[in-house]
């Protein structure tokens, strides 16, 4: 007899399948996966009480394909019935999709004519096998407005007559980075609301690391792809010790070492030393060696700056991206002193404009060079502009204890 | 190095207790109706409506104050001094800070009296969520 959570995972791997199977065969993405959710809903309520069928692939085909005829006939223009008679003339429930159909079905999802955001949900629903209600409860939102968002992507892909097929060898790299940049936003929405009152979301990182494991295995080739798993990993093995007992931020410097996860982290490394030597770089993979570094320290003190500093500068040239000017900047403080930190933020402004980040960085580095009235300006700045409370508390409980600090001085130099 | 996939705001519409809503014509105020269900489908459609909510005019409206010991201060009405008071709002969750903006333009236009343009200030706030991943 197989418990709920076996079947579970079973289904979650086979969805994919089951559903490239059906494009496969009948074409219509949009409609093939509505038909395979229901199939999967079927399968999870039978299942953990009836036993496993013989062929449970070829069981959710059959009944993803009886429920696929079923939404076509109720169709109103019922436009498809003819060629659907004559698909179904052909159809075997033995069908094994190939590899490349499953990558195919993944670059459909992350298609670009889909926004990362409406491609995230149909991502972990088609691909991931989640149904609409846990990917709701994952974003927080009803599940009626899932539902939605969700058949407009599909809508999106079908009124763009998307291709089903794998890309070609031109648009190859720009697709794969489209792939992995979903993959990438899952991971961090996930990891990002581990803390606080979300902690549900945290699943989704889990989803994440499990999708890219299985891009990793279709892919073996593609160092960006290990780069993306070993960078999830690295950051995913900080996450017991992100957190104090009350939700709170643990910045990393202050963070418990012993806690993390020793496992993950060698997980990680290995990967990436792997795959280090090939062809060029990415910035995947040198975000995963900035995590490296920090995850190989034994104390935050014996942290290799120097080093962290060098990647952030390749990456800074790679992607242009002002954020990474602002990571390499605390890097530069660290090597050099927050003097120079500070200069690296100079024309910063413009491009991270009201952002809270350059604030909160800015108060740190002026900490760091003993300025304590200009850091409690810039902290409590930051702490109005940002949107999570967990960082707004971080960044006011800063102000609070510099001030306190503050004002002991003062008491003890007055008689 | 992005940050959180979707940002959820509240888009709240105010309502002055000067505005002479009961004067305008009745084709007026249908007008005025059909642009904000008009905004409403559109938001259900495109699964960006989280939750949206009419509140009772102020004549229902209590403010309770209360030292958690004695009986709690109960007083009708809103605050006095208040010259716009809360009539409604949206929660919305969408792809960026300037879809929220266009949602609120879009609201601010809707028809006044004689299909002009009411104008209305309307107020929208991020809602807190999760720290981003550089923790």
């Known amino acids: 007899m197989s418990t709920g959570a076996d079947v579970e995972g ?17 074409g219509d993405f949009a409609d093939a996966e509505d038909a395979v959710q229901e199939a999967l809903l079927a399968a999870a309520t039978q299942w953990p009480d009836q036993g496993l069928p013989r062929n449970p692939r070829g069981w959710l085909v059959t009944v993803a394909a009886r429920r696929l005829t079923d939404i076509w006939r109720s169709e109103a223009a019922r436009r498809h019935r003819e060629d659907l008679a004559a698909a179904l003339g052909s159809a075997t429930p033995t069908d094994v999709p190939d590899k490349d159909d499953s990558l195919a079905l993944l670059f459909l999802c992350c298609h670009p004519v889909l926004s990362p955001r409406s491609a995230i949900p149909l991502t972990l629903r088609a691909i991931g096998g989640l149904t609409t209600a846990e990917i709701a409860t994952a974003f927080l939102v009803p ?42 936003l899952i991971f961090n929405e996930g990891y990002a609301a581990s ?16 999708l890219a494991r299985a891009l990793r295995l279709a892919l073996p080739d593609e160092p960006e792809v290990t780069g993306l798993l070993a960078l999830m990993l690295l950051t995913d093995a900080r996450r ?35 795959v280090l030597p090939r062809r060029a770089v990415g910035e995947y993979q040198l975000q995963a060696a900035i995590a490296a570094i920090h995850d190989e320290a034994v104390t935050a003190e014996q942290t290799d700056w120097p080093q962290i500093l060098a990647l952030y500068g390749l990456l800074e040239r790679m992607t242009g991206n002002p954020m990474v000017t602002l990571n390499r900047a605390i890097a530069l403080a660290m090597v050099d002193g927050p003097a120079a930190g ?33 850091a409690i300006t810039h902290y409590l700045l930051a702490a109005g ?9 971080y960044l006011t409980g800063n102000a609070a204890r510099l001030r306190g600090r503050r004002l002991m001085r003062t008491d003890r130099s007055t008689p | 190095m992005t940050g959180a996939t979707r940002m959820k705001y509240l888009i709240m519409m105010t309502h002055s207790p ?70 409604g709002f949206w929660m919305v969750d969408v792809d960026s800070h300037e879809r929220a903006i266009e949602i609120a333009a879009r609201t601010s236009a809707a028809p006044g009296p004689g299909g002009a343009p009411t104008r209305k200030p309307i107020v929208v706030r991020p809602i807190m969520d999760a720290p981003p991943p550089e923790w």
Do not use: C
């Open chain 1, 195 to 210: 803390s606080g009152p979300h902690v549900a979301r945290t699943d989704l990182s889990n989803e994440a690391i499990r």
């Open chain 1, 385 to 393: 502009r940002t949107t999570s409370l967990a960082e707004r508390e």
């Open chain 1, 10 to 26: 079973l289904l979650r791997d086979l969805a994919p399948q089951v559903l490239t199977v059906l494009v496969r065969r009948y």
């Open chain 1, 143 to 184: 599940e009626d407005t899932m539902a939605k968002r969700i058949s407009r992507a599909k809508q999106h892909i079908r009124i763009s007559h998307v291709p089903f097929r794998m890309p070609s060898s031109d648009e190859w790299t720009s697709r794969l980075r489209i792939v992995l940049h979903v993959l990438y």
């Open chain 1, 342 to 374: 500070l200069a690296a933020l100079e024309g910063l402004a413009t491009r991270l404009p009201g952002h809270h980040r350059l604030d909160a960085v800015r108060a740190h580095l002026l900490e760091m060079a003993g300025d304590p009235d200009g």
């Open chain 1, 240 to 274: 017991p010790a992100r957190t104090g007992p009350h939700g709170e931020l643990v910045p990393l410097a202050e963070q418990d070492r012993t806690r993390w996860d020793r496992a993950l982290i060698g997980e990680g490394i290995a990967l990436l030393t792997a």
């Open chain 2, 18 to 87: 000067d505005d002479p809503v009961q004067d305008w014509s009745p084709e007026d105020v249908t007008a005025s109706w059909k642009h904000m269900q008009q905004i409403h489908q559109e938001l259900t459609e495109a699964g960006e409506l989280v939750a949206a909510e009419k509140l009772a005019g102020p004549e229902a409206t209590k403010i309770v104050a209360s030292d958690g010991v004695s009986a709690p201060v109960i007083t009708d009405g809103v605050y006095p001094e208040a010259k716009e008071l809360l009539a």
